[in-house]
Each structure stands twice: as structure tokens, then as C-alpha cells.
């Protein structure tokens, strides 16, 4: 079993910036595709970014592409994602999720662990 914990969120104002970090509790760590993913009000969970187990693939949905950055901190057991020039579009709570698969997944259901979410609030 992996726990998985989120923070770094908050309220941030159009154009700021914010760091989300991952900690996830596994002695195998560097083994682990991670992943965040993000779900607003009425919205399905979508996926926003992944690194593979190695940190050699990094992959984003479109709407992030050049402004979010997914790297991990194997030292740490974590994942970070850095969030640029931020957009209203952007609120959610953000979920990180990790996977024993080799590649990064876009659906969720490829995920068995996740965290309990952190908010995400960018005011206009």
C-alpha cells in the first residue's frame, strides 16, 4: 500500500504562480509512475501531468503545455508540480496519484493510489 499526500495549495491571483508538492510513502519510490490530476465543480477528474518512474518522460495535457512542470525529487519520495501564469480556468482540487505502471496513463482508473486532494483557487 502507497500513501499519498498533497500540498501547496491556496489562492492565487490570474498570472501568479504556485508549487504543488507529492509525498508518497514507499521504500520503491523511484519505481512509481506519478501524476497529477484535477477536478473542478461538476467536471470529470481530468489528467494535467505525468513523470515516468525515471523522470525521463514528462507528459501534459494541453491546456498546461508551457506553463506547468511536473519533475520529481527522488531524495524526497516526492513529485512537484509547478504551476505558471495561472488562469481562473485552473481551479480545482488537485490530486496526485501514482501507478506501478512503467508509462504514464491518462485515465484515472490507471491509478490505484491517489491523495486526498489539495484546492487550487486563481481569482480573476
Known amino acids: 500500500q502507497v500513501q499519498v499526500v498533497e500540498s501547496g495549495g491556496g489562492l492565487v491571483q490570474a498570472e501568479g504562480s504556485l508549487r504543488l508538492s507529492c509525498v508518497a510513502s514507499?521504500?520503491?519510490?523511484?519505481?512509481?509512475?506519478m501524476s497529477w490530476f484535477r477536478q473542478a465543480p461538476g467536471k470529470e477528474r481530468e489528467f494535467v501531468a505525468g513523470?515516468?518512474?525515471?523522470?525521463?518522460?514528462?507528459y501534459y495535457a494541453d491546456p498546461v503545455k508551457g506553463r506547468f512542470t511536473i519533475s520529481r525529487e527522488a531524495a524526497k519520495n516526492s513529485v512537484v508540480l509547478r504551476m505558471n501564469r495561472l488562469k481562473p480556468e485552473d481551479t480545482a482540487v488537485y490530486y496526485c496519484?501514482?501507478?506501478?505502471?512503467?508509462?504514464?496513463?491518462?485515465?484515472?482508473?490507471?491509478?490505484?493510489?491517489w491523495g486526498q486532494g489539495t484546492q487550487v483557487t486563481v481569482s480573476s
Open positions: 513523470i515516468n518512474w525515471s523522470g525521463g518522460s514528462t
Open positions: 514507499t521504500r520503491t519510490f523511484s519505481t512509481y509512475t
Open positions: 496519484a501514482a501507478t506501478g505502471s512503467g508509462i504514464v496513463s491518462i485515465p484515472p482508473r490507471s491509478y490505484p493510489y
